[in-house]
């Protein structure tokens, strides 16, 4: 009796299933992402061994840069219906008689990189169209003894977040006297522990001496 030859065909696999999920992930990817915003002033941070993480939230944080000028930048807190960022931002003009409007105060809350803006120029920075312009804006928060407005921007913020912890970022070519006036100012708010952001620095590791 001859044998029963099956046709020889090869398999057919159906990729649409997976092309269509990758589409969705794709998209999802892109609505839920935020660009982060480059910040102000590029600072070279210095070199450490410590792998301290930072926290996600309720952090404020000092950019020193190497020319002197500081900015400062705050997180919008752990959960969406906090909204720290337009609340300090209101507090900080009722200090100095300004009062700005539900559309600035957005705009300030989506503003996610450090500021360094004079509180009198604020509005002119909010509603700038032109990024040049808010460059151009962007000359450092005032600091000196008639007008400590970084004073004012931590006191505010450990108003509206008590639980706020400050962080300090400095370019490794800042003036030890920018960081400690900048230090000076945040013992003043009574605020003595901090973090320092700093690049990791790779560790050599000497296989002999630990064999030894």
């Not at 696999?13 to 660009?35: E, Q």
Request: aromatic share 8%; hydrophobic share 40%; net charge negative.
């Amino acid at each position: 009796m001859p044998k029963i030859r099956l046709p020889k065909s090869s398999p057919h696999i159906d990729m649409t299933p997976m092309v269509d999920l990758f589409c969705v992930v794709l998209i999802f990817l892109m609505l839920t992402t935020t660009i982060r915003q480059p910040e102000p002033a590029n600072v070279d941070t210095p070199f450490s061994i410590s792998e301290t993480p930072l926290p996600d939230f309720n952090i404020m944080t000092f950019l020193l840069a190497s020319d002197g000028k500081v900015f400062i930048n705050f997180d919008n807190g752990s959960d969406t219906i906090l909204k720290y960022r337009p609340k300090i931002l209101a507090a900080m003009g009722e200090r100095y008689g300004i009062e700005f409007t539900d559309v600035e105060l957005r705009t300030f809350e989506k503003q996610k990189s450090s500021m360094g803006i004079p509180i009198g120029n604020m509005k002119q920075f909010l509603n700038a169209k032109d990024n040049n312009e808010r460059t151009r804006l962007q000359v450092g928060i005032p600091m000196d003894s008639t007008d400590n407005q970084l004073s004012n921007w931590i006191l505010v913020a450990r108003q509206v977040n008590p639980n706020i912890r400050a962080t300090i970022k400095g370019d490794s070519n800042t003036s030890f006297e920018m960081v400690e006036k900048v230090l000076d100012i945040l013992q003043d708010r009574n605020v003595n522990r901090f973090n320092l952001i700093t690049s990791l620095e790779a560790v050599k590791i000497n296989l002999e001496e630990i064999q030894q």
